[in-house]
């Protein structure tokens, strides 16, 4: 067994980001300014679009997207029951109602025929997740916001690398969403992304995302002199700091190294559990790419002997640090209460959220660390 714990999720931090942020330390900029700028030219020169808006959460970044739809009471959202609360919570933020659509079992995507069934007249949006770094079934989702004139604001919190038939993830809606929290592939501590092909929507998340001020506020500060803004909305306090770009630019210049490095741990996995009595990943999808963001296996205590919370002990013992993604969001009281969800009204995800177990899948790990995982996984269920 191994002797130190392995944190789940622990990010892959080298020496040209500490000595960015070292820098900006010592310029004394280190809110917004030149290095958020840099860091979004970066970001939407990745993804090949126009514009990109660098904010302090992949939240702030949705709830804002949400907002510039032109989103809010008595409209409803259509989203997985398999994802983060913080998607659920950025369309109650924006003053919607969230509406689930259960997801497809095998790519734990949302189920483009369960969308269809779900839409009213009070439908202005789909808000898919591509679940894992796969990406959704795109054609059928972007048929059916164009055949119902919806909004379509894309998760991609796992999701940064995704690709669907070329076409990178982020770019099938008005907006996609990006993560750089600590445990995503590309990490700027805490922050997130918006990217748009429309100027109009771009400037107004900007605004939003700083008070509501008028342009470039954040200039005021400046060598050019002080400049007057204007409050022209009720805005948020949602700006990225120079501190964390500092961060995310170095991280943006390995994006690739690390999808390999991940790809590679991923396909080790694979080979290491195929004659186990768990459940794998799918195969990736012909002309897509995946993003490799989680590695998940489910525990099924009829095949496996064992139940999934007592793996996750078995994991935790063996000084192995797991996830899980995610329990269904119809589990969650706050939920059952507000919206009056039960996880049986969406059989697929619950099951799922039931069964599931994430393994540590991030490009810090060495090979001894990925051997000391299927070591343990393998240990307890064979
Ligand atoms: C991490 C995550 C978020 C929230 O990202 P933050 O940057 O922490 O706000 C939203 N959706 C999904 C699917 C996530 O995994």
């Given at each position: 067994m191994r002797k130190e714990f392995l944190v789940y999720g622990s990010p892959a931090i080298e020496n040209a980001e500490i000595e960015e942020v070292l820098s900006v330390m010592k310029s004394g900029w280190l809110g917004?300014?030149?290095?958020?700028?840099?860091?979004?030219?970066?970001?939407?020169?990745?993804?090949?679009?126009?514009?990109?808006?660098?904010?302090?959460?992949?939240?702030?970044?949705?709830?804002?997207?949400?907002?510039?739809?032109?989103?809010?009471?008595?409209?409803?959202?259509?989203?997985?029951?398999?994802?983060?609360?913080?998607?659920?919570?950025?369309?109650?933020?924006?003053?919607?109602?969230?509406?689930?659509?259960?997801?497809?079992?095998?790519?734990?995507?949302?189920?483009?025929?369960?969308?269809?069934?779900?839409?009213?007249?009070?439908?202005?949006?789909?808000?898919?997740?591509?679940?894992?770094?796969?990406?959704?079934?795109?054609?059928?989702?972007?048929?059916?916001?164009?055949?119902?004139?919806?909004?379509?604001?894309?998760?991609?919190?796992?999701?940064?690398?995704?690709?669907?038939?070329?076409?990178?993830?982020?770019?099938?809606?008005?907006?996609?969403?990006?993560?750089?929290?600590?445990?995503?592939?590309?990490?700027?501590?805490?922050?997130?992304?918006?990217?748009?092909?429309?100027?109009?929507?771009?400037?107004?998340?900007?605004?939003?995302?700083?008070?509501?001020?008028?342009?470039?506020?954040?200039k005021r500060f400046g060598d050019e002199g002080y400049k007057h803004y204007q409050v022209v909305e009720c805005g948020y306090k949602y700006n990225?700091?120079?501190?964390?770009?500092?961060?995310?630019?170095?991280?943006?210049?390995?994006?690739?190294?690390?999808?390999?490095r991940r790809q590679a741990i991923w396909q080790r996995y694979h080979e290491a559990f195929a004659g186990l009595p768990i459940t794998l990943p799918a195969p990736v999808e012909q002309n897509t790419r995946h993003a490799y963001h989680l590695y998940t296996i489910l525990i099924d205590e009829q095949r496996c002997g064992i139940s999934r919370d007592r793996f996750l002990d078995a994991m935790t013992a063996q000084n192995i640090g797991i996830g899980v993604h995610y329990l269904s969001i119809p589990e969650h009281p706050y939920y059952q209460q507000t919206f009056g969800w039960q996880p049986e009204g969406y059989p697929h995800a619950m099951r799922i959220g039931r069964q599931t177990v994430s393994l540590p899948l991030s490009a810090k790990l060495s090979d001894e660390d990925v051997g000391d995982v299927i070591e343990a996984v393998r240990g307890i269920l064979l």
């Open positions: 917004t300014g030149p290095k958020v700028a840099r860091f979004e030219r970066d970001f939407a020169q990745y993804k090949g679009i126009e514009h990109s808006i660098a904010l302090n959460s992949c939240t702030a970044a949705l709830h804002l997207s949400i907002l510039a739809a032109g989103i809010g009471e008595g409209d409803e959202v259509i989203t997985t029951p398999l994802t983060f609360c913080a998607t659920i919570n950025a369309i109650i933020h924006a003053g919607a109602t969230p509406v689930l659509a259960d997801i497809d079992p095998l790519t734990m995507n949302i189920s483009p025929s369960e969308v269809e069934v779900k839409i009213t007249p009070k439908t202005k949006a789909i808000l898919p997740v591509h679940f894992s770094g796969r990406p959704c079934d795109m054609d059928a989702l972007r048929r059916i916001a164009d055949n119902h004139k919806l909004k379509m604001i894309e998760d991609c919190a796992h999701a940064i690398e995704t690709e669907y038939k070329g076409r990178k993830a982020g770019t099938f809606g008005d907006f996609g969403c990006f993560s750089f929290y600590v445990t995503k592939n590309i990490v700027t501590g805490e922050g997130g992304m918006v990217i748009t092909k429309s100027e109009e929507d771009a400037a107004r998340i900007k605004m939003l995302g700083l008070h509501g001020m008028s342009k470039d506020a954040w990225m700091m120079d501190l964390q770009a500092a961060i995310g630019i170095h991280q943006m210049q390995r994006v690739e190294t690390y999808w390999h």
